[in-house]
């Protein structure tokens, strides 16, 4: 079978959660895998069920066979093989299932901040389209017929509307560029680490993008720390995973911490990863032992902060989209209607 593009969040996070559900049951990677061949229907996931099928036939661990596929992501083989070594290979996939299903979440919120504003964007510029296009020479018209013609800003439209009429198929040609631009941005894997790392310094996004890389690593660590992965290990393996340069330097800056001596906690701190009371949640749970469930815990909290920034934004976006809509056409129509009533009213 030829490498194909990779799995998507929620492929990888419904494939790990019934893996996981039948390793639990204590029945072997193979059989599993026989299991899921027979319960598929749809003809692409029955063809890389197979392919895994046949590679652990052949004697191969459950990672290698998942390799061979070419469809899954490095992070999951690595924590994969991980779990076959420590002998928490069920653990293993049940946090992987968790982790995607919570990378599918952020990403659908992401699409749903970004698909709204994009959609009343659009709405307005073909509103004002049709009106500087289509409407304004009408009551052109009108105004010739009166003896007189439109000036000022109305004018101005309409000089502009003639243009957009003249060098339409230029126009059309630069909304196709637009539109594959687009496309190229947010389907492909080139277009989608451009778009991310732009966003990730765009002063009205930073601050977004800096809470889901938060977010990432903190549910990273949960998931490699409690699949047996010491601290240093921990953080190479979350390096992979985080997409985000920034996030990078500092766990490159808190690696270096912690080989200079200090704890997780004040290397968290020390490299400007996590605020000093999730630091301070996070050497409690060192001491405890329970560094893997604050590390959930910190998790869930930059969840619930990225879920507010975005309904923040939705719920400021949305109503200013429509107000400046609404301004628009109605200076438009104003600049139109108030002169045309004031002819109107000289010729009676």
Do not use: W
Not at 26 to 44: R, V
Not at 55 to 66: I, T, Y
Not at 157 to 171: A, D, F, H, Q, T
């Amino acid at each position: 079978m030829k490498k194909e593009k990779l799995l998507s969040n929620a492929e990888i996070a419904s494939f790990c959660s019934q893996t996981a559900m039948l390793f639990q049951a204590g029945i072997a990677p193979e059989e599993s895998m026989n299991i899921l061949l027979k319960d598929t229907d749809a003809s692409g996931g029955r063809e890389i069920i197979s392919k895994i099928l046949d590679v652990c036939r052949q004697g191969e661990s459950f990672h290698n066979a998942l390799a061979a596929t070419g469809l899954f992501p490095d992070y999951v083989l690595n924590m994969i093989a991980l779990g076959e070594e420590s002998g928490n290979l069920d653990d293993c996939m049940q946090s992987l299932a968790a982790y995607y299903e919570k990378e599918e979440a952020i990403s659908n919120n992401i699409k749903s901040a970004i698909t709204y504003p994009f959609i009343m964007i659009v709405m307005m510029l073909v509103v004002i389209f049709v009106l500087i296009s289509r409407v304004l020479p009408i009551f052109n018209q009108v105004f010739v017929e009166l003896g007189s013609e439109m000036t000022g800003f109305a004018g101005t439209l309409l000089k502009l509307g003639n243009s957009i009429n003249r060098y339409s198929l230029v126009l059309i040609a630069v909304l196709i560029l637009l539109a594959a631009l687009y496309i190229a941005a947010t389907r492909t894997k080139f277009g989608k680490k451009k778009t991310s790392r732009f966003l990730t310094v765009f002063p009205l996004t930073r601050h977004f993008y800096e809470s889901i890389a938060c977010q990432r690593f903190a549910s990273g660590m949960a998931m490699a720390m409690s699949s047996g992965m010491d601290t240093f290990a921990s953080l190479d393996m979350v390096s992979l995973l985080v997409e985000n340069d920034k996030m990078r330097e500092k766990i490159a800056g808190c690696k270096k911490a912690i080989q200079e001596g200090e704890n997780l906690a004040e290397a968290l701190t020390s490299a400007d990863i996590f605020s000093s009371l999730h630091s301070r949640m996070v050497a409690v749970g060192f001491r405890s032992g329970n560094i893997d469930a604050v590390m959930r815990k910190i998790a869930d909290n930059y969840e619930k902060e990225t879920d507010r920034r975005i309904q923040s934004i939705l719920s400021v976006l949305e109503p200013t989209l429509v107000i400046i809509l609404s301004l628009i056409v109605g200076m438009i129509l104003l600049s139109v209607i108030l002169p045309l009533m004031g002819i109107m009213a000289s010729i009676g």
